[in-house]
C-alpha cells in the first residue's frame, strides 16, 4: 500500500515538472481548445473503447474525467499510450486542446 502511494505521488511530481518543462504541454494549455472540434475528435479516436456517450466499453468511462484527473494528466494519458490496450495518439497541440475542452465538458 505504502508504495503504491509513493508511486502515485512519484508520477504526480514527475507530470507536474513536465507541465512546466514540455512545451508540448504548455501549449496543449495555452491554446483555447474548441469543445465542437474536441467532439469530433473524439468521435474519430476515443469513441470506439470509449462509448459514443464516454460512458465506458473496453476503455473506462470519461464522464466527470475533470474531476478525476487534471489537465496535465489528462494529457498525459492520451499521448503516452502507457496504458494498455489505449493506443498512444499524437494529436497537435490544437487538437489536444480541443480534445480536452470537450472532455471537460462530459
Not at 474548441?34 to 468511462?61: L, R
Not at 494528466?73 to 492520451?78: A, C, E, G, L, S
Amino acid at each position: 500500500m505504502l508504495l503504491a502511494i509513493s508511486l502515485t505521488v512519484l508520477l504526480g511530481i514527475g507530470l507536474y515538472f513536465s507541465h512546466h518543462i514540455d512545451p508540448y504541454i504548455r501549449a496543449v494549455i495555452a491554446a483555447p481548445g474548441d469543445p465542437s472540434q474536441g467532439h469530433e475528435i473524439f468521435e474519430i479516436n476515443c469513441a470506439g473503447c470509449h462509448g459514443v456517450y464516454a460512458t465506458g466499453n473496453v476503455g473506462p468511462s470519461l464522464e466527470n474525467i475533470s474531476n478525476r484527473k487534471s489537465d496535465v494528466m489528462i494529457i498525459h494519458q492520451v499521448i503516452s499510450g502507457e496504458t494498455p490496450p489505449m493506443p498512444k495518439f499524437q494529436p497537435t497541440a490544437q487538437e489536444m486542446a480541443d480534445l480536452l475542452n470537450y472532455l471537460k465538458r462530459l
